[in-house]
């Protein structure tokens, strides 16, 4: 019998002269990748073998995205997206590794499932992943399994409002019981499903045809605040390790602190990228292209999300990526390709969800340039916070030894959202039309470089992401 051993030879690449924003700094170096890891960071380097040069004069290399919410749709939604598709998308824009929640079909209830959606990524995925274990009102003992896999799966979702899939927990003995008992983290969708249905009634009592406008009506800051109040006093109780996810209230920011490094925090959060960006005054222009739960809303709250970013009571930035096809959001395009609202699809048919992965990057970088924000502050949100928040091993920073999960931006260089350079299925992007003064040129994702825009060869494709593993 003959045995084939086969090698993979890993490529080694020298970044010269790069502008690194890395633990609250901005500094000059070269960046040696070997073995897929950060082997040497120094002025100067000398390769002793041979590699690939990057001249990154001009350019900033930034520790790789972690976003710590996505939903790729595999399985059995795969018309919307799947996971090729959607990490492809993820890895253009600098995203380098990404945690998918569990509302696909079936729902991700058991851990036979669980492990089902790892295989898949591990044959398709170009980013690096991992998948949160979901909830429903009568699994929780199957939920608890995680408990003895602590360092290779991230978290459980709760959702604590109905949202896409259907998987609303509204059990209380449900509820107290995984707070009590995970030793994971417990990531949550913090909607009370009891006021959003009374302003639902209220509303339809009023008008016939509810529109897009209405959405940040019936999914208000109260529904918010009350759901979100309740996981905290549940967290608090038992002293759960708790994150709530996409804050996108004023009111709810009362219920998070500043006061602590994060690293002692035991309730964290997150603000997503169309909270940052959009306010509820887009809904004449977008219409349901931007209806997503929890819902967009007054341009007060994105005045004081951004206020709660900057001062660390908001702990990271995520996008919720949530892919729908035009269809099922009532549009269509026209001969010119711009996104036109269909007649005839009413309120409670329109899906609710926004294909983001692409671009959170992109979009902060844009405010940077605004003067809103710091590159050294993107990086800590995006990436530092990530990987502390969920204590992701051995990403987030650029720090010799660690995974070479790097993004190289250039921010003289333009980009332009367009139809044709969207990469996700669902083909669209409430963002197109929208010129960015900043490019992704360079993502590698474990020492691979994945993308590489102006390269002969812009996609390589030949290695796929890794399962990320958490230090607890």
Same mark, same amino acid.
């Given at each position: 019998?003959?045995?084939?051993?086969?090698?993979?030879?890993?490529?080694?690449?020298?970044?010269?002269?790069?502008?690194?924003?890395?633990?609250?700094?901005?500094?000059? $170096?070269?960046?040696?990748?070997?073995?897929?890891?950060?082997?040497?960071?120094?002025?100067?380097?000398?390769?002793?073998?041979?590699?690939?040069?990057?001249?990154?004069?001009?350019?900033?290399?930034?520790?790789?995205?972690?976003?710590?919410?996505?939903?790729?749709?595999?399985?059995?939604?795969?018309?919307?997206?799947?996971?090729?598709?959607?990490?492809?998308?993820?890895? =253009?824009?600098?995203?380098?590794?990404?945690?998918?929640?569990?509302? $696909?079909?079936?729902?991700?209830?058991?851990?036979?499932?669980?492990?089902?959606?790892?295989?898949?990524?591990?044959?398709?995925?170009?980013?690096?992943?991992?998948?949160?274990?979901?909830?429903?009102?009568?699994?929780?003992?199957?939920?608890?399994?995680?408990?003895?896999?602590?360092?290779?799966?991230?978290?459980?979702?709760?959702?604590?409002?109905?949202?896409?899939?259907?998987?609303?927990?509204?059990?209380?003995?449900?509820?107290?019981?995984?707070?009590?008992?995970?030793?994971?983290?417990?990531?949550?969708?913090?909607?009370?499903?009891?006021?959003?249905?009374?302003?639902?009634?209220?509303?339809?009592?009023?008008?016939?045809?509810?529109?897009?406008?209405?959405?940040?009506?019936?999914?208000?800051?109260?529904?918010?605040?009350?759901?979100?109040?309740?996981?905290?006093?549940?967290?608090?109780?038992?002293?759960?390790?708790?994150?709530?996810?996409?804050?996108?209230?004023?009111?709810?920011?009362?219920?998070?602190?500043?006061?602590?490094?994060?690293?002692?925090?035991?309730?964290?959060?997150?603000?997503?990228?169309?909270?940052?960006?959009?306010?509820?005054?887009?809904?004449?222009?977008?219409?349901?292209?931007?209806?997503?739960?929890?819902?967009?809303?007054?341009?007060?709250?994105?005045?004081?999300?951004?206020?709660?970013?900057?001062?660390?009571?908001?702990?990271?930035?995520?996008?919720?990526?949530?892919?729908?096809?035009?269809?099922?959001?009532?549009?269509?395009?026209?001969?010119?390709?711009?996104?036109?609202?269909?007649?005839?699809?009413?309120?409670?048919?329109?899906?609710?969800?926004?294909?983001?992965?692409?671009?959170?990057?992109?979009?902060?970088?844009?405010?940077?340039?605004?003067?809103?924000?710091?590159?050294?502050?993107?990086?800590?949100?995006?990436?530092?916070?990530?990987?502390? =928040?969920?204590?992701?091993?051995?990403?987030?920073?650029?720090?010799?030894?660690?995974?070479?999960?790097?993004?190289?931006?250039?921010?003289?260089?333009?980009?332009?959202?367009?139809?044709?350079?969207?990469?996700?299925?669902?083909?669209?992007?409430?963002?197109?039309?929208? $010129?960015?003064?900043?490019?992704?040129?360079?993502?590698?994702?474990?020492?691979?470089?994945?993308?590489?825009?102006?390269?002969?060869?812009?996609?390589?494709?030949?290695?796929?992401?890794?399962?990320?593993?958490?230090?607890?």
């Amino acid at each position: 019998m003959r045995i084939i051993i086969l090698f993979i030879i890993m490529q080694k690449y020298l970044i010269k002269n790069i502008s690194v924003v890395n633990e609250g700094r901005i500094f000059n $170096t070269d960046l040696l990748v070997e073995n897929g890891r950060i082997a040497k960071i120094a002025s100067g380097i000398q390769p002793t073998q041979q590699v690939v040069e990057i001249n990154g004069e001009g350019k900033h290399l930034l520790p790789g995205v972690i976003d710590d919410q996505v939903h790729f749709r595999e399985p059995g939604l795969t018309h919307k997206a799947n996971i090729y598709s959607e990490s492809k998308a993820a890895v =253009c824009g600098g995203v380098t590794s990404y945690m998918e929640m569990p509302n $696909t079909v079936p729902n991700t209830l058991t851990l036979e499932l669980l492990e089902d959606k790892y295989s898949t990524a591990s044959a398709t995925s170009l980013a690096n992943y991992s998948f949160f274990m979901g909830v429903s009102n009568s699994n929780a003992e199957e939920v608890l399994k995680i408990n003895n896999r602590k360092r290779d799966v991230c978290g459980v979702k709760i959702f604590m409002g109905s949202s896409t899939g259907n998987m609303l927990v509204d059990n209380y003995l449900t509820l107290d019981t995984i707070f009590r008992d995970s030793e994971v983290l417990i990531a949550t969708h913090c909607e009370d499903e009891k006021i959003i249905k009374a302003n639902y009634e209220a509303l339809k009592s009023k008008k016939q045809h509810l529109t897009a406008s209405d959405h940040p009506l019936i999914r208000n800051e109260d529904a918010c605040f009350e759901s979100s109040f309740t996981a905290v006093q549940l967290a608090k109780k038992h002293n759960t390790r708790l994150h709530i996810l996409h804050i996108s209230t004023a009111k709810e920011l009362q219920l998070f602190t500043n006061m602590l490094p994060l690293a002692e925090k035991r309730i964290t959060c997150e603000v997503c990228v169309h909270h940052l960006h959009f306010t509820a005054d887009d809904y004449a222009a977008l219409g349901y292209l931007i209806k997503c739960n929890p819902a967009i809303k007054a341009p007060a709250n994105r005045l004081a999300l951004w206020e709660a970013l900057l001062d660390d009571r908001i702990d990271v930035i995520a996008t919720d990526h949530a892919p729908h096809t035009l269809q099922e959001k009532g549009y269509i395009r026209n001969r010119d390709g711009m996104l036109v609202a269909e007649e005839g699809l009413s309120y409670e048919q329109a899906h609710a969800g926004l294909p983001l992965v692409q671009h959170p990057l992109l979009l902060m970088l844009y405010y940077h340039k605004q003067g809103k924000i710091s590159l050294e502050k993107i990086a800590e949100k995006m990436s530092h916070a990530v990987a502390d =928040c969920f204590n992701i091993a051995e990403r987030g920073y650029i720090r010799e030894g660690y995974y070479a999960d790097l993004v190289i931006t250039d921010l003289q260089q333009p980009t332009t959202i367009r139809q044709d350079n969207v990469l996700y299925k669902c083909g669209w992007s409430p963002l197109e039309g929208q $010129t960015i003064p900043a490019e992704v040129t360079h993502t590698f994702v474990n020492g691979n470089l994945v993308f590489d825009r102006y390269g002969k060869q812009v996609w390589n494709e030949s290695n796929k992401g890794m399962r990320l593993e958490f230090d607890r």
